[in-house]
């Protein structure tokens, strides 16, 4: 009795950690230009069409992943606090109703923070382990 026990507390703790293994570290990219840290509200604003600015007062264009990159749910659960349908349906009405546009979507972590690297406007959400010194972060998803 107490093997089969101790069995199945292995098997959660392995599935437990391999969770964490799946689930990585996501931040979001700026140019190195644009100086200061985003809250995610101020992330959110920008990603869902509400604001067009850094908290700087610089134009701001978000750059989206491909929906079908892991990171994609995780960033609109975690940071925009809307599930991927949540978020099809709001674009939808915005764009119906003449509000906005969704951001350019469909591209991989490389892409994006090459990107961002060479303009200013630009702002996306990357892998943390796929940053490197051509862009800076300004805030994170930390796992």
Same mark, same amino acid.
């Given at each position: 009795?107490?093997?089969?026990?101790?069995?199945?507390? !292995?098997l959660m703790l392995a599935m437990v950690g391999?969770?964490?293994?799946? !689930? *990585?570290?996501? /931040?979001?990219?700026? @140019?190195? @230009?644009?100086?200061?840290?985003?809250? #995610?509200? *101020? /992330? %959110?604003?920008?990603?869902?069409?509400?604001?067009?600015?850094?908290?700087?007062? *610089?134009?701001?264009?978000?750059?989206?992943?491909?929906?079908?990159?892991? @990171?994609? $749910?995780?960033?609109?659960? *975690?940071?925009?606090?809307?599930?991927? $349908?949540?978020?099809? %349906?709001?674009?939808?009405?915005?764009?119906?109703?003449g509000r906005g546009s969704p951001p350019e979507a469909g591209k991989n972590? $490389? /892409?994006?923070? !090459?990107?961002?690297?060479?303009?200013? #406007?630009?702002?996306?959400? &990357?892998?943390?382990?796929?940053?490197?010194?051509?862009?800076?972060?300004?805030?994170?998803? &930390? $796992?």
């Amino acid at each position: 009795m107490k093997s089969k026990l101790f069995i199945m507390v !292995a098997l959660m703790l392995a599935m437990v950690g391999s969770h964490r293994v799946l !689930a *990585e570290d996501v /931040v979001v990219i700026v @140019n190195p @230009n644009i100086k200061g840290s985003m809250s #995610r509200h *101020e /992330v %959110a604003q920008i990603f869902l069409g509400k604001s067009t600015q850094f908290p700087s007062g *610089e134009m701001a264009k978000p750059l989206d992943i491909d929906p079908a990159d892991p @990171n994609y $749910e995780r960033f609109a659960r *975690e940071v925009l606090r809307k599930s991927p $349908e949540q978020l099809r %349906a709001y674009w939808a009405k915005q764009v119906f109703t003449g509000r906005g546009s969704p951001p350019e979507a469909g591209k991989n972590d $490389e /892409v994006l923070r !090459a990107l961002v690297a060479e303009d200013r #406007r630009y702002l996306s959400y &990357i892998s943390d382990d796929k940053k490197d010194a051509s862009v800076r972060v300004v805030f994170g998803i &930390i $796992e």
